[in-house]
């Protein structure tokens, strides 16, 4: 699948024998494209796809609780059916699912051998804020943007 990609880090330099390609769901659209093009490039890679989850952490602050567990539950559901669609496709791919980060610097922070690549929508939101992290980590970062096509 082509698309508007730019990879930042040009040396792909997998700290650990199991890095993965690693995304984060937050229910945005940007992150919805992302998840697609870092399903194809675990599969590409070979490597294993771990999929960060964070729209709990952004819908916690505007809605009551009963809400916030509507919410994640149709969020779960809808990252089932895009995984399982993956896993359908490409049988042996190896996807995790992670909670309990409130994005992806966080979880990068805590594991920086974890990651081959990030990939990220062209908007994320805390691309700036992830320079930092990632100048530790030895990860390339690929970003995507499936609307902006020639």
């Known amino acids: 699948m082509t698309m508007t990609d730019t990879l930042l880090d040009p040396a792909v330099t997998a700290t ?3 890095a993965a390609v690693v995304v984060e769901a937050d229910g945005r659209t940007a992150s919805n494209d992302a998840l697609h093009t870092a399903i194809d490039e675990a599969v590409r890679r070979g490597a294993p796809l ?4 964070t729209w709990g952490a952004r819908h ?3 809605y009551d ?3 916030v567990a509507e919410r994640d539950r149709l969020s779960a559901a809808q990252l089932e059916r895009r995984l399982a669609r993956a896993l359908k496709r490409c049988p042996n791919l190896d996807v995790q699912s992670i909670d309990g980060y409130g994005g992806v610097a966080e979880y990068l922070t805590a594991h920086p ?3 081959q690549v990030l990939v ?3 908007d994320h939101p805390d691309a700036a804020g992830l320079q930092t992290v990632l100048a530790g980590t030895g990860c390339a970062v690929l970003t ?5 096509r020639l």
């Open 16 to 18: 650990g024998a199991g």
């Open 50 to 53: 771990r999929v960060l989850t």
């Open 60 to 62: 916690r602050e505007m």
């Open 65 to 67: 609780a009963t809400a």
């Open 113 to 115: 051998d974890s990651a």
């Open 120 to 122: 990220l929508g062209a």
């Open 144 to 148: 995507c943007d499936r609307r902006h």
